[in-house]
């Protein structure tokens, strides 16, 4: 699994599958036990990929250098 660090969760996911390389595995969600919103997609060679923002915007901060 590979994760990326987005503030831009929506956005990057609807690129993702527009571009028709990538397939949905979960739709954007709020994760808030993990104080996370994410999504899952699929590449073309199988792996999986998270797409994450931390709730909490000091820290997603912390982690991606910007808010």
Do not use: H, K, W
């Given at each position: 699994?590979?994760?990326?660090?987005?503030?831009?969760?929506?956005?990057?996911?609807?690129?993702?599958?527009?571009?028709?390389?990538?397939?949905?595995?979960?739709?954007?969600?709020?994760?808030?036990r993990f104080g996370i919103y994410n999504a899952l997609?699929?590449?073309?060679?199988?792996?999986?990929?998270?797409?994450?923002?931390?709730?909490?915007?000091?820290?997603?901060?912390?982690?991606?250098?910007?808010?």
């Amino acid at each position: 699994m590979l994760c990326l660090l987005t503030a831009d969760v929506d956005g990057l996911y609807e690129r993702a599958l527009a571009g028709g390389r990538c397939t949905a595995e979960q739709a954007p969600r709020d994760a808030s036990r993990f104080g996370i919103y994410n999504a899952l997609l699929r590449d073309p060679d199988g792996y999986l990929i998270e797409l994450q923002r931390f709730v909490d915007a000091a820290e997603q901060s912390q982690f991606c250098g910007r808010e």
